[in-house]
C-alpha cells in the first residue's frame, strides 16, 4: 500500500515517507462545547444513573448508556423495561418479559455537548429549528419543546416516554399509564408524575434549589429541569478531545506506520471522510448505505413488517428511505456492536461490509449480540424477504471493496480515535443515588 503523510495548516500530523496536501479537520478546543456548572452536571450525574426516573423504577439512562459499554450497551439491540442485568449480561425474566426489543442501536454519547451536534437520534427527529418558538424541531407537540436547553436535553423525553425503554407497558406504573393515555404534560401528566417523584426526595430538592433559581423562589420542578441537568452532565462527562488522533491535530505527536497509512486512506482514496467529516468526524447528514436491518425494526405496532425505513419517517421523503444519520466516531472502536441496529460485533468486519455497500449487505454473516427474547416479529424477518432485500441494495447502491491490508490500515487509524479520559468518564458512576435505588454499576 502506499505510504503517505499529511499536512494542515503548515503542521505535519502524519508521519510517512513523503507529505501530501490533503485536508484535515481541524483541532477542537473549549470553544466547540457548551459551557456546564459543575453544581448542574453534579445533579444530572445523579439523575443518569437513578432509576427513579423510569416507569418502574427499575431502569435508568445509564442502564443503556453506561461507561463500562463506551457510554453504550454492548447489545446490538438493547432490552429496555422488563429486562434485568447490563451490557451482554441483560436478560429477560419469567415475572416481566419486555414486549420487543429496542429498534435502534443504543448510540453513543461522546460530544454531545458540542455546539454542531444539532441534529440527534439515527433518524434526526431532534433538530435545532431556529423557526419555532423554542429553536427545536420534535416529533411531538410544540408545547412540549418549551424550556429544554437545547436538543441534548430534548432527547430525553423520548426513553422516559418509550413503554420498550423507560416507562413501563399498558398498567404497570402511574407513568405508563399516562403515556398510554396521552397525557404528558400538565397536572397528572407523565412528565409532572416522574418530576413530583424527583422533588419528593429531600436530596434532589436541595440540589435542585442550589442549581435553579426559579426553584429556589418557589416554582415547582419541572421535567425540563432534570433533563437540562442531564444533558449539563452528558455534554460535561463525555467530551471527548484527547485521543492520540486530537493530540496529532494539535501538533504534540504525528501519527506513525499502520495509524499514518490508514489516516491517509481514511481522508484520501477510501473516501470514508466524504461522511466522515470535520473534527468530529461526521458530516451530520443521512445516507442510505445498506446496513443490515434487524429485530422488530421502526414500524408502529399495527404495522406487519419490520422494516425501519430511516429518515424517511421524519421527512417523508422517498429519497430518505433507509437513510441513517452520519455518527461521529469518536471512540468508535469501543462503542460496538456496529450500525444502527448494531447489525455487526466486528468492527473490522463493519468496515468492510460497510464500504462495499450493496456488496457488503450481500455476503452479510449476521454475526450480532443479542440476549434471547420470545419474538412476535422474527429478528430477521427484513433480511430473510428477498423483496426487502432488494429495496435496501437498491438504495445503498454500489460501494467501494477494501482489501485486508486497507482494512488493517483503517482499522489501525480508528484505534487513534480512542479517548482514555472520555471513555473513563471524568465524575465516573456514583456509588449512591438519592432515591436509594440501585446503580448500575
Not at 494542515?8 to 473549549?30: C, H, Q
Not at 423495561?81 to 461522546?110: K, S, W
Not at 399495527?302 to 430511516?310: K, Q, V
Request: aromatic letters at 8%.
Amino acid at each position: 500500500m502506499r505510504r503517505m503523510g499529511m499536512a494542515l495548516a503548515g503542521l505535519t500530523v502524519l508521519a510517512g515517507a513523503a507529505t501530501a496536501e490533503t485536508r484535515l479537520p481541524r483541532a477542537v478546543g473549549d470553544a466547540d462545547f457548551v459551557e456546564t456548572g459543575a453544581e448542574e452536571v453534579a445533579l444530572g450525574r445523579l439523575l443518569f444513573y437513578d432509576r427513579l426516573l423510569s416507569g418502574n423504577r427499575n431502569i435508568a439512562c445509564a442502564t443503556c448508556h453506561h461507561p463500562r459499554f463506551a457510554t453504550s450497551d454492548g447489545l446490538s439491540l438493547g432490552l429496555g423495561e422488563g429486562a434485568v442485568g447490563l451490557g451482554p449480561d441483560r436478560h429477560v425474566t419469567t415475572e416481566d418479559t419486555p414486549e420487543q426489543r429496542i429498534p435502534r442501536n443504543a448510540t453513543a454519547l461522546f460530544n454531545l455537548g458540542a455546539h454542531e451536534f444539532t441534529t440527534l437520534f439515527h433518524d434526526g427527529r431532534i433538530e435545532a429549528d431556529p423557526s419555532r418558538p423554542a429553536g427545536i424541531r420534535t416529533p411531538m407537540a410544540e408545547d412540549m419543546e418549551q424550556g429544554f436547553s437545547g436538543v441534548l436535553s430534548a432527547q430525553t423525553m423520548f426513553p422516559v416516554l418509550s413503554p420498550d425503554e423507560m416507562a413501563g407497558h399498558y398498567s404497570e406504573s402511574d407513568v405508563s399509564k399516562a403515556v398510554r393515555s396521552g397525557r404528558i404534560t400538565g397536572d397528572g401528566g407523565a412528565w409532572d408524575i416522574i418530576s413530583r417523584r424527583v422533588a419528593a426526595i429531600p436530596g434532589y430538592a436541595a440540589r435542585f434549589e442550589a442549581v435553579y433559581p426559579h426553584v429556589t423562589q418557589g416554582a415547582p420542578i419541572h421535567f425540563t429541569d432534570i433533563s437540562n441537568a442531564i444533558a449539563a452532565f452528558v455534554a460535561f462527562e463525555w467530551r471527548s478531545d484527547d485521543s492520540p488522533f486530537d493530540a496529532a491535530l494539535r501538533g504534540e505527536m504525528p501519527l506513525n506506520g499502520a495509524a499514518a497509512e490508514g489516516a491517509a486512506l481514511f481522508f484520501g482514496e477510501a473516501g470514508c471522510a466524504a461522511c466522515h467529516s470535520g473534527p468530529f468526524l461526521t458530516d451530520h447528514d443521512f445516507h442510505a448505505m445498506g446496513a443490515p436491518q434487524l429485530g422488530p425494526g421502526k414500524a408502529e405496532r399495527f404495522e406487519h413488517h419490520a422494516r425501519d425505513d430511516g429518515r424517511m419517517r421524519v421527512t417523508g421523503r422517498e429519497e430518505d428511505r433507509f437513510a441513517f444519520r452520519t455518527p461521529s466516531l469518536r471512540n468508535v472502536a469501543k462503542t460496538g456492536p456496529w450500525g444502527h441496529a448494531g447489525g455487526h460485533d466486528d468492527l473490522a468486519t463493519f468496515v468492510a461490509d460497510h464500504s462495499a455497500r450493496a456488496e457488503g449487505l450481500g455476503h452479510y454473516a449476521r454475526h450480532v449480540v443479542l440476549p434471547e427474547l420470545p419474538e412476535t416479529k422474527p429478528d430477521w424477518a427484513v433480511l430473510d424477504d428477498p423483496l426487502e432485500v432488494q429495496a435496501l441494495v437498491a438504495a445503498a447502491g454500489p460501494g467501494t471493496v477494501l482489501t485486508e491490508d486497507e482494512i488493517a490500515a483503517l482499522m489501525a487509524f480508528l484505534e487513534t480515535l480512542t479517548d482514555p479520559v472520555a471513555l473513563s468518564g471524568r465524575l465516573g458512576v456514583p456509588e449512591t443515588v438519592p432515591s436509594g435505588l440501585p446503580v448500575d454499576r
